[in-house]
C-alpha cells in the first residue's frame, strides 16, 4: 500500500506546484519518474508521452495514468490519477468560491491580463526541452515549425497531422525493414 501512496504524492506534489497546464508538467513528471524515482527510462517516457498526447484529455492526466500503470497496474493508475487532478480540483473550487464575488473588479480582470505572458511562457519553456529529448535538432527544427504552422495558421485538425505522421512514421518503419534484409 506505501508504494500506491508514494505514487499519489509525487503527482499531488506535481499538481499542486505547477501552473500553466499539462504541458507544464510535463518536466517535472519526466524528472520524477525517470531522473529521481526512475520509475521509467527516458525512452519509455518519450513513448508514453507520444501515447498521452495522441490520447483524448488532459495530457498530464494521460501521463499520471500511463506512469501509474507501467508502476503499479489500474491501481496505480488510480492512485497517480487521483494525485494529480485533486489538487486542480481544490485550487478551482476554491476560485469558483471566492472569486464569483469578485469577477467584475477591475483589478482583478487586470490581474488575469497580466498573468497570461507568464502563463505562454511556463508552456513555452519544457517544449523546449522536450523538444530536444525527442532528437529535435537545428537541422530538423522545420518539422515542429510546419506542423505549428499548418495548425495555426492554416487551421488544420491536429488529428489529421496525427494521421500523416502515423502514416509517415509506418512507410519509414517498412522502408527500414526491407533494407535491413
Same mark, same amino acid.
Given at each position: 500500500? *506505501?508504494? /500506491?501512496? !508514494?505514487?499519489?504524492? #509525487?503527482?499531488? *506534489?506535481?499538481?499542486?506546484?505547477?501552473?500553466?497546464?499539462? /504541458?507544464?508538467?510535463? %518536466?517535472?513528471?519526466?524528472?520524477?519518474? =525517470? &531522473?529521481?524515482?526512475?520509475? @521509467?527510462?527516458d525512452? !519509455?517516457?518519450?513513448?508514453?508521452?507520444?501515447?498521452?498526447?495522441s490520447?483524448?484529455?488532459?495530457? &498530464?492526466?494521460?501521463?499520471?495514468?500511463?506512469?501509474?500503470?507501467?508502476?503499479?497496474?489500474?491501481?496505480?493508475?488510480?492512485?497517480?490519477?487521483?494525485?494529480?487532478?485533486? %489538487?486542480?480540483?481544490?485550487?478551482?473550487?476554491?476560485?469558483?468560491? =471566492?472569486?464569483t464575488?469578485?469577477? !467584475?473588479?477591475? /483589478?482583478?480582470?487586470?490581474?488575469?491580463?497580466? $498573468?497570461?505572458?507568464?502563463?505562454?511562457? @511556463? $508552456?513555452?519553456? %519544457?517544449?523546449?526541452? @522536450?523538444?530536444?529529448?525527442?532528437?529535435?535538432?537545428? *537541422?530538423?527544427?522545420?518539422?515542429?515549425a510546419?506542423?505549428? $504552422?499548418?495548425?495555426?495558421? @492554416?487551421?488544420i485538425?491536429?488529428? /489529421?497531422? #496525427?494521421? =500523416?505522421?502515423?502514416?509517415?512514421?509506418?512507410?519509414?518503419?517498412?522502408?527500414?525493414?526491407?533494407?535491413?534484409?
Amino acid at each position: 500500500m *506505501k508504494r /500506491y501512496w !508514494e505514487l499519489f504524492v #509525487v503527482f499531488f *506534489k506535481i499538481g499542486a506546484f505547477t501552473f500553466g497546464g499539462g /504541458y507544464a508538467m510535463i %518536466p517535472l513528471i519526466r524528472n520524477e519518474v =525517470v &531522473s529521481k524515482k526512475t520509475w @521509467l527510462d527516458d525512452n !519509455e517516457f518519450m513513448d508514453m508521452l507520444a501515447i498521452a498526447q495522441s490520447m483524448p484529455g488532459p495530457i &498530464s492526466l494521460n501521463t499520471a495514468l500511463f506512469v501509474g500503470n507501467k508502476r503499479l497496474g489500474f491501481k496505480g493508475s488510480l492512485f497517480s490519477a487521483a494525485g494529480i487532478i485533486l %489538487p486542480s480540483f481544490i485550487v478551482i473550487l476554491f476560485l469558483a468560491i =471566492v472569486f464569483t464575488q469578485f469577477k !467584475e473588479n477591475p /483589478y482583478i480582470e487586470r490581474i488575469f491580463k497580466g $498573468i497570461r505572458p507568464a502563463v505562454v511562457a @511556463l $508552456i513555452a519553456a %519544457p517544449l523546449l526541452g @522536450l523538444g530536444k529529448s525527442a532528437g529535435v535538432t537545428r *537541422k530538423n527544427i522545420w518539422i515542429p515549425a510546419a506542423v505549428a $504552422i499548418c495548425v495555426w495558421l @492554416l487551421h488544420i485538425s491536429p488529428i /489529421y497531422i #496525427v494521421m =500523416v505522421c502515423i502514416a509517415l512514421g509506418l512507410l519509414h518503419f517498412a522502408r527500414i525493414k526491407r533494407t535491413l534484409r
